[in-house]
């Protein structure tokens, strides 16, 4: 069982819906990330978070530290929302640079 | 634009060549790192600078060799490679370890012939 995992794998969806995507861990944590990537291959860090709840214009992302479970909202989406979305979390049993990944949830808005 | 840049873009070489990857970043960050990324998969990190001196080398075979001239700059340098090490290389830095997000490059797509 891998220690970060997404869900769905693989999510298409029209212009202007709400977008949900879940990751859920298995390790104790100090921080969650939420990135994106778009075909061309640049990453682009979207939320670290610890606790709570962040927002940032169309995107927020939550955190359950008990349930051991963040998700990733979208609102009105927009085609160039397209992308591979990646969860990955930086464990309190590991060394301060690591990070273990989830294996991305590739988004698709059609307009 | 990413703040993080990487040259060259692509790059395809063969297999006794010898090519360096280069990674600039003036965020004043003291981590640096380099990831392995095959298609459809997440990244794999493959070596940690901070503070300009090597903190993890994850098993990385000695192909791949890493230097860090300055804060600034980090290259990976590519030698005798195979065609199994084609994939995108891209490099990260963060104002120092522990929890501080990692800024990405856009990446190096690298083709083994």
């Known amino acids: 069982k891998n220690e970060v995992e997404q869900s769905p794998q693989n999510l298409t969806a029209q212009e202007g819906e709400f977008i949900t995507i879940n990751c859920s861990y298995s390790?104790?944590?100090?921080?969650l990330h939420w990135l994106q990537q778009h075909p061309g291959g640049g990453i682009v860090s979207l939320f670290m978070l610890s606790s709570g709840k962040k927002k940032h214009g169309r995107l927020i992302a939550t955190i359950n530290i008990q349930e051991k479970h963040s998700s990733l909202h979208i609102t009105a989406s927009h085609p160039r929302d397209s992308a591979v979305y990646i969860c990955a979390v930086r464990s309190i049993e590991d060394s301060n640079y690591q990070l273990i990944w989830g294996a991305g949830t590739k988004l698709i808005i059609k307009p | 634009d990413t703040e993080v840049t990487q040259t060259p873009k692509h790059l395809v070489m063969g297999m006794t060549n010898k090519k360096s990857l280069k990674c600039e970043q003036h965020?004043?960050?003291?981590?640096m790192y380099w990831y392995k990324q095959k298609a459809k998969k997440p990244p794999e990190l493959m070596f940690v600078?901070?503070?300009?001196?090597?903190?993890i080398n994850e098993s990385v075979p000695s192909r791949f060799s890493p230097e860090c001239p300055n804060s600034s700059l980090l290259n990976l340098h590519l030698h005798a490679l195979q065609p199994e090490d084609s994939a995108l290389y891209l490099c990260?830095?963060?104002?120092?370890?522990?929890?501080?997000?990692?800024?990405f490059g856009d990446g190096t797509r690298l083709s083994i012939l």
């Open positions: 965020m004043g960050h003291r981590a």
């Open positions: 390790v104790g944590i100090s921080a």
């Open positions: 990260a830095s963060s104002q120092s370890g522990g929890n501080q997000p990692q800024h």
């Open positions: 600078y901070s503070y300009e001196k090597l903190s």
